[in-house]
Nanobody, 120 residues
Framework: EVQLVESGGGLVQPGGSLRLSCAAS????????MSWVRQAPGKGLEWVSG???????AYVDSVKGRFTISRDNTKNTLYLQMNSLKPEDTAVYFC??????????????WGEGTRVIVSS
């Protein structure tokens, strides 16, 4: 059974940093692309960043230069380092598994999310 468990969310002031983690199990983590997706209050899902098994990354324009996605294939864990956080980054952040090792491929498993609140 595929399981994705996010952690690391919380309340942070504007300009602050957080690191999200996603512990994966139930599949061969190192062979699949993974992504972070977020949902702000009252809005739809927004893809944030993705990474292939070899470490090729992609980001939505609004987080480029502030967020860094990474993975540790030995620990089956996905990360999202978020710096210079803004109030508009407030959202529930979900970890997602892609159907193949391509970030453009569909996502078919999701975690339950971790909430990030950026506020003074």
């Amino acid at each position: 059974e595929v399981q994705l468990v996010e952690s690391g969310g919380g309340l942070v002031q504007p300009g602050g940093s957080l690191r999200l983690s996603c512990a994966a199990s139930g599949f061969t983590f190192r062979t699949y692309a993974m992504s972070w997706v977020r949902q702000a209050p009252g809005k739809g899902l927004e893809w944030v960043s993705g990474i292939t098994s070899s470490g090729t990354t992609a980001y939505v324009d609004s987080v480029k230069g502030r967020f860094t996605i990474s993975r540790d294939n030995t620990k089956n864990t996905l990360y999202l380092q978020m710096n210079s956080l803004k109030p508009e980054d407030t959202a529930v952040y979900f970890c997602a598994k892609h159907q193949t090792n391509v970030v453009a491929a569909g996502m078919h498993y999701w975690g339950e999310g971790t909430r990030v609140i950026v506020s003074s």
